[in-house]
DNA sequence: AATGACCCCAACCGCCAGGAA
DNA sequence: GTTCCTGGCGGTTGGGGTCAT
């Protein structure tokens, strides 16, 4: 891909050559993440900060992983996009070294061929451009959430969750009347998991692991999700090692469950 | 070897949310 | 309260590579 062209307000475009890529890499260790305003300034780019921003997070930053994905990640992607839907960065957020571009081409290319085939839908039958005869899913897909700030926790525990899902909706909001003391994400999603889960389980061959405890362990893999760490600040590059990869690796157990 | 069909994935685009002015 | 700016996200595109004929 070496084709590039100019934007209207001459911007380059298109593929990026390894000068450029040098050239933001330097800017980048420098001044470190973030501003992406400044950085075509101060990196000498003639490139958008959207273009700028996108180039490092998706191919150049540290600790990206390239190539194939192992079973184990794309088990964890197919378990997730169950739960999560089409939200690439925080399912990119459990795979260490992937980014959520990364995810979604995987899921595209792959992946959505795979689950197709998986669970069949009658009279939506349609042929894929490989020629195979697959089968439309039905995704669940939620829609946006808002997860309350400490201070909002303490006046309320509504904590505001849309889904599509019906059975969820009602988990939710029995959660909220029956429990609403309790200031703890965590129960949170085991109950929706306890619930929600039932047919994940049910799809493993041979049972997998049980229910309560499958729930337990994506509730630990998405619990940063609900409170990321506080250390706020602080070099970008040390937070990575502290913020997201550690932690991944408390919740190993769950490659247990899919044996 | 030539050609067309298909696949992969880097990059772009548009939209949205949050914060600052 | 409104507007503007910035960061971030998901959907989509398109060009190069690969495969099949």
């Known amino acids: 891909m070496n084709s590039t062209s ?4 001459g911007v380059r475009k298109g593929s990026w050559t390894e000068q450029e890529d040098l050239l933001l890499r330097k800017c980048i260790n420098k001044y ?22 996108l ?11 390239r190539g194939d994905f192992a079973s184990d990640e794309i088990d964890l992607i197919l378990r ?7 939200r690439w960065s925080l399912i990119a957020g459990r795979l260490p070294g992937r980014t959520a571009n990364d995810v979604k081409n995987y899921w595209n ?6 689950v197709n085939i998986t669970k069949i839908v009658p009279r939506e039958k349609f042929k894929s451009k490989r020629g195979e005869i697959s089968t439309k899913i039905e995704i669940i897909k939620p829609q946006a959430r808002k997860f309350i700030s400490n201070t909002e926790k303490n006046i309320t525990n509504n904590i505001v969750i849309v889904d599509k899902e019906e059975e969820c909706k009602e988990i939710i909001s029995e959660k909220q009347t029956r429990d609403a003391s309790i200031d703890n994400g965590d129960e949170w999603w085991a109950n929706l998991l306890e619930n929600c889960n039932d047919d994940v ?7 997998g692991g049980g229910v309560t405890d499958y729930g337990k362990t994506i509730t630990s893999l998405l619990h940063e999700e609900i409170t990321p760490p ?6 970008i590059m040390q937070q990575e090692q502290s913020d997201g990869w550690d932690d991944f690796f408390v919740d190993i157990d769950i490659w247990d469950l899919l044996n």
Not at 109 to 114: E, F, M
Not at 201 to 207: K, P, Q, T
């Open 55 to 65: 180039r490092w997070l998706n191919y150049l930053r540290p600790h990206i992983k």
């Open 32 to 53: 470190g993440e973030g501003k992406w305003h400044l950085v075509p300034i101060r990196a000498g780019l003639n490139r958008c900060r959207k273009s700028c921003r």
């Open 80 to 86: 997730l996009h169950k739960l999560l839907g089409n």
């Open 201 to 207: 389980v049910e799809e493993e061959e041979g049972g």
């Open 109 to 114: 290319t792959n992946l959505l061929r795979k």
């Open 6 to 9: 100019m934007s209207s307000l």
């Open 230 to 235: 506080l250390n706020g600040g602080g070099n």
